[in-house]
C-alpha cells in the first residue's frame, strides 16, 4: 500500500564511527519531532549495517543495504548475498540504482535476479528507474521508462509489489545541483502508475509507492513533494548530514 518514504542513499560514505555519529544526531533530531506519517529509511554501506542497526534498535527509523548480488550465495569474491543483509538487519534495499547501471554495466535482467532474491530474502525493495539526459532530449524518457518497469519487475506477483517502492531518479539530476521541476516529476509519476496498472493490473500502480530521486534538497523538498503522485524521496547528497536530511523529513511530513 501507498506510503510516504524518505530514504537516505549514503552511498560509498563514512566510516562506521561516522555512521553511528550521524544516526546517533539524526535520532535525536527526531526525537523531539517525531514523523507520523513518513517511513524513514537510512541506507549506510555494508560495513556499517550491523552497527547501524544495533543503535537503530527500538527506533522508527529503518534499515536499508545499497545492493546485494544476483546469486542467493557462492564463490563470488567481494559480493554481498540478501540473506546476509537481512541477517545484519537490513529490511529494505535499492536496487538499479544509475550508479550501479552505468558503472558495473547493470541491465534489466540483472536487476530482475536482484529484485527476486531480495523479495525472497524478506527485503523490501527500492527500484530505480529513470532516463539519462541524451534520451530526454531525443524524447525517450516514456520508452526507458517503459521498458524499466517491464523488464526489471518481470515476473512479480501482487503480493510482492506490496514490497516494491519505484524511486524515479532522472540521472541528469543524479548528483549534478540539477533538480527536476515538481511538474517534470509530477508528470513521470503519473505515467509510471499508469504503466504499472497496464503492465501488471490489479491497480498495481495506483498502489505502489513512488518516491522522486535527484538532487532533492531542504530548499526545493517542499515543492517536489507536494506533488500528488511524488510519495516522497530518496536522497543523497542531502541525507549525509543529519540535519539536512531531517530537514527534508519535515517537508515530507508538512505538505
Ligand atoms: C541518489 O543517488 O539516489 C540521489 C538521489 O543522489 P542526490 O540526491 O545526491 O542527487
Not at 530474502?121 to 525517450?140: A, F, S, Y
Not at 506490496?162 to 543524479?174: F, G, N, T
Request: aromatic fraction near 6%.
Amino acid at each position: 500500500m501507498k506510503k510516504n518514504v524518505i530514504a537516505g542513499n549514503w552511498k560509498m560514505h563514512k566510516t562506521n564511527r561516522e555512521a553511528l555519529r550521524l544516526v546517533t544526531r539524526l535520532m535525536k533530531l527526531m526525537e523531539k519531532h517525531p514523523p507520523r506519517k513518513t517511513e524513514v529509511v537510512v541506507c549506510p554501506p555494508f560495513t556499517a549495517l550491523a552497527p547501524v542497526a544495533e543503535l537503530l534498535k527500538g527506533s522508527a527509523i529503518r534499515l536499508g543495504a545499497q545492493n546485494i548480488f544476483w546469486e542467493e550465495e557462492g564463490a563470488f569474491t567481494g559480493e554481498v548475498a540478501a540473506r546476509m543483509v537481512r541477517g545484519a538487519g537490513a529490511r529494505y534495499v535499492i536496487i538499479g540504482h544509475s550508479e550501479r547501471r552505468r558503472y558495473f554495466k547493470e541491465d534489466e535482467s540483472v536487476i530482475n535476479k536482484k529484485i527476486q532474491l531480495a523479495l525472497k530474502n524478506k527485503l523490501q525493495v527500492i527500484h530505480c528507474v529513470g532516463e539519462t539526459l541524451e534520451e530526454r532530449r531525443h524524447n525517450l524518457t516514456q520508452d526507458i521508462i517503459i521498458n524499466q518497469l517491464e523488464w526489471g519487475l518481470k515476473g512479480l506477483t501482487g503480493d510482492d509489489f506490496k514490497k516494491v517502492v519505484i524511486a524515479y531518479e532522472p540521472v541528469w539530476a543524479i548528483g549534478t545541483g540539477k533538480t527536476a521541476t515538481p511538474e517534470q516529476a509530477q508528470e513521470v509519476h503519473a505515467f509510471i502508475r499508469e504503466i504499472l496498472n497496464t503492465l501488471y493490473g490489479n491497480q498495481v500502480g495506483s498502489r505502489i509507492t513512488i518516491v522522486y530521486g535527484g538532487s532533492v534538497k531542504p530548499e526545493n523538498a517542499a515543492g517536489l513533494l507536494s506533488q500528488p503522485d511524488v510519495n516522497r524521496a530518496l536522497v543523497g547528497g542531502a541525507c549525509l548530514d543529519a540535519r539536512s536530511f531531517f530537514k527534508i523529513i519535515q517537508a515530507s511530513e508538512t505538505t
